[in-house]
Structures are given as C-alpha cells and as structure tokens.
C-alpha cells in the first residue's frame, strides 16, 4: 500500500526557505499515471493547493504562490521535494504531500500525515 | 481566478440526509471532488469525477454536478461522519478548493 511521508524543519524564520521533501514508500514515483503534489492548510483555514509535477519534472503551481514555489523529482530517493521562498507568518501551516491519479477528474487519492511548518523569527 | 463557494457549516440528525453543496461558474461542466477531514488527521477523497466512490468509501456518500453546483449527499448520516467537508475542482491544469463546510451530527 501507498505511504507518504513529509519531512523537514519546523521552524522557519521570515524572508528564509521553506524545504521539504515527501517519501514515497509501497509504489514508484516514476509511474506514469500519477501526478505528485503539495497541499497546505494555515491554522483553522481551509485546504489551499500549492502544486504538482509529473515523474518527468513538469509542474503545475498555483497562480498565487508560483513565483515563489519550486519543485523537483529524485527518483533516485523515491521522493520529490518543495521549497517556498521568502516566507513570511502567512505561510505558516500544515503542509500536506499527495498523490493524485492522472486521469481526468480523479482527486487525490493518497495523503501524507502532514507536517506543521511554523514561520517565526 | 475561479471561485468554489461552500456553505461554512451543515447540521444533521443522526439518520437523517446531509447536502452539501458547492457553487462555481458553470461547475457543471468540470469535474468535482469531494474530501473529508476529521480534527487531526489528513483529508481523504470521498468523491471523484463527480459520482465516483474511491474503494473502502461508505455507499451512504454520494455526488452529483449539474449547472452550477456540485453536491454531497450523505443518506442515513452517522456520528462519525462529523468532519469538515472540502469540494475542489480545476482551473485549466491548477487545482481549486472550496472553503469547507462543517458538517455537524446533532
């Protein structure tokens, strides 16, 4: 069975670079029928999607966040990464990896546990 | 950028029907899903492609899209089905959510 597992510091200070990497374990992050992806959720706030990408490195980022989101693939780990910069306390949340089928329509389906970041000085 | 519009909370007797409903321009024509979340834990996918039930997803959970709403029917509610509801949808190749809907069992 599918496993996600987010990793990476807690505590990040403002105007820094948020880092994170998720671990794919039961399945390949090379398949070529999903999409891997990052969600984050502020404290008492709703879902807020950041992103996706392909095995391949395609990606696809919300419009809001892009010019401050990268993403990356190492299929070599079976993990793929995020990083966030100049962060600020609006960035403060719990960040969530998933995987989302690529069929049209189709959600995401398997969710890591997540992991809360905290932007502070 | 393209909007989903949620009620912010739902109640429901135990037994009873929920709906949830969220409102988008012609969210009929795409595709919607359908997460919950309980306190705690990470969202899981109730309902893909509008209908779809992912395996292991109570029958009780249901999903239509018509016009411009979509929405989630929970017949015979149960007390665990207590949790945040999060419609979402996409904007060309970019993923839209709902800002949830809080369903409580009273």
């Known amino acids: 069975q599918l496993q996600l597992q987010e990793s990476g510091p807690g505590l990040v200070k403002p105007s820094e670079t948020l880092s994170l990497n998720c671990n794919v374990s039961g399945g390949s992050i090379s398949s070529r029928s999903y999409y891997w992806g990052w969600i984050r959720q502020p404290p008492g706030k709703g879902l807020e999607w950041i992103g996706y990408?392909?095995?391949?490195?395609?990606?696809y980022y919300n419009p809001s966040l892009k010019s401050r989101v990268t993403t990356s693939v190492d299929t070599s780990k079976n993990q793929f990464s995020l990083k966030l910069s100049s962060v600020t306390a609006a960035d403060t949340a719990v960040y969530y990896c998933?995987?989302?089928?690529?069929?049209?329509?189709?959600?995401?389906?398997?969710w890591g546990q997540g992991t809360t970041v905290t932007v502070s000085s | 950028s393209y909007d989903l519009t949620q009620p912010p909370s739902v109640s429901v007797s135990p037994g009873q029907t929920a709906s949830i409903t969220c409102s988008g321009d012609k969210l009929g024509n795409r595709y919607a899903c359908w997460y919950q979340q309980k306190p705690g834990q990470s969202p899981v996918l109730v309902i893909y492609?509008?209908?779809k039930r992912p395996s292991g997803i109570p029958e009780r959970f249901s999903g239509s899209n018509s016009g411009n709403t979509a929405t989630l029917t929970i017949s015979g509610t149960q007390a665990m089905d207590e949790a945040d509801y999060y419609c979402?949808?996409?904007?060309?190749?970019?993923?839209?959510f709902g800002g949830g809907t809080k369903l409580t069992v009273l």
């Open positions: 979402q949808a996409w904007d060309s190749s970019t993923v839209v």
């Open positions: 990408m392909y095995y391949s490195g395609s990606a």
């Open positions: 998933a995987r989302r089928p690529e069929a049209a329509g189709y959600g995401m389906d398997v």
């Open positions: 492609q509008d209908t």
